[in-house]
C-alpha cells in the first residue's frame, strides 16, 4: 500500500519497518532486563546473543524461502523469470534465531549465567513479538503475505490488483498486539515471566495454522494436506506444550542446575586465593541472590 517512504525508491518501507522492529526489540529487551535488575554480565551475554541470533534468523528465513521456492519451482517445472525467487519466511527465521540461542548458551555460558538462561529467554519472548508487528506493517506496505481474494468490507486493494484481497498482514498485526500487551501485563502487573515462552509458542502457533488457510500468496507445496508453515506451527505447539509441563508440572526449569567453573588447577598463589574468595562469592549469590527475580519465583509457585 506504502511500498516507499516518500516515493523514494531507495527508501523501501519493508527495509525501514523490519529495521524499526529490530531496533524495538533491542531496546525492549534492554528495558524489561534493567527493570528486572538482570545484573550486567548476564545481560551483555543474553543481548549479544540475541543479536548474533537475529542475524543468523534472518539468514534462515532466507535460507527456508529459498528452499520453498526450488522445491516449487522443481514440482512445477518452472524456469527464467516464472521462477519463484526471493523472500523470508518468519517461521525459518524463528527456528534458527532460537536453535542459535540455545546452542549458544550451551556452549558459552557458564555457571549464573547460565542458571538465568530460561528467565532471560523468557523476557526475550514479548521482544520477538514487538519485533514481528513491525515487520507485518512492512509486509502490508511492501503488498506481500496477502490474504486470499475477497469481495468482503474488509478487502484491500493493492496497487496494479484489479482485485480486493483480505489484509492478513494487518489481521497479525492486531494480534501480536494484543499478545504483546497480555505477555507484558503478565510480565510487570502479574509477575508470571515463566509462563511467557509457553504462551507465546502456543498462542502464535494456532495462530498461524488457523491463518495459512485464508493467506492468498505462494505458500509452497503441501505435504500431507498441510503447507510448511502449518507443519512448523504444529511443532512449535507440541514444544511450547511440552515446555509448559516441564516448567509447571514437574518443576523442571532448563539450566537452572548449571554448576559453577572449577578453578584452575597449578595456577599461581594469588589467582588461587583470587579464585577461592571468587567462588565463595558465587556460592553465597546463589544461596541469596541467585535468581534475577525470586519475587517473581515465589510468585509462579
Known amino acids: 500500500m506504502y511500498p516507499y517512504l516518500f516515493g523514494v525508491e531507495h527508501l523501501p518501507m519493508y527495509g525501514i519497518l523490519l529495521a524499526a522492529g529490530l531496533l524495538s526489540s533491542v531496546l525492549l ?100 513479538v514487538i519485533g514481528h508487528l513491525f515487520g507485518r506493517l512492512g509486509c502490508f506496505c511492501a503488498g506481500c503475505c496477502y490474504g486470499k481474494v475477497t469481495d468482503s468490507f474488509l478487502g484491500v486493494q493493492f496497487p496494479g490488483d484489479s482485485h480486493k484481497v483480505l489484509p492478513t498482514q494487518l489481521f497479525e498485526v492486531a494480534f501480536l498486539a494484543v499478545l504483546l500487551a497480555v505477555m507484558l501485563v503478565l510480565l510487570f502487573r502479574c509477575n508470571r515471566y515463566k509462563m511467557l515462552l509457553p504462551l507465546y509458542g502456543i498462542a502464535y502457533a494456532v495462530w498461524r495454522f488457523c491463518l495459512e488457510f485464508v493467506r492468498g500468496d ?26 509448559a509441563l516441564l516448567v509447571y508440572k514437574f518443576g523442571i526449569i532448563p539450566f537452572a542446575k548449571a554448576k559453577d567453573p572449577l578453578p584452575k588447577e597449578n595456577a599461581p598463589t594469588e589467582t588461587k586465593n583470587n579464585d577461592t574468595a571468587e567462588s565463595s562469592s558465587v556460592a553465597a549469590e546463589a544461596t541469596g541472590t541467585d535468581a534475577i527475580a525470586p519475587e517473581e519465583d515465589s510468585a509462579e509457585q
Open 218 to 243: 505462494y505458500r509452497g507445496v503441501r505435504v500431507l494436506g498441510m503447507y510448511p508453515s502449518q507443519i512448523q506451527s504444529i511443532v512449535l505447539l507440541l514444544v511450547a506444550v511440552a515446555l
Open 29 to 128: 529487551y534492554k528495558f524489561i532486563c534493567n527493570k528486572k535488575k538482570v545484573d550486567d554480565k548476564t545481560y551483555t551475554f543474553y543481548s549479544l546473543l540475541a543479536i548474533i541470533s537475529i542475524a543468523v534468523g534472518l539468514l534462515g528465513a532466507y535460507v527456508f524461502q529459498a528452499i520453498y521456492n526450488a522445491i516449487y519451482n522443481a514440482v512445477n517445472h518452472l524456469t527464467g523469470s516464472a521462477k519463484e525467487t526471493g523472500g523470508l519466511t518468519f517461521m525459518g527465521g524463528l527456528i534458527t534465531g532460537v536453535v542459535v540461542f540455545i546452542v549458544g548458551t550451551i556452549l558459552f555460558a557458564k555457571g549464573q549465567v547460565k542458571r538465568n538462561f530460561y528467565t532471560c529467554a523468557s523476557y526475550a519472548a514479548p521482544c520477538i
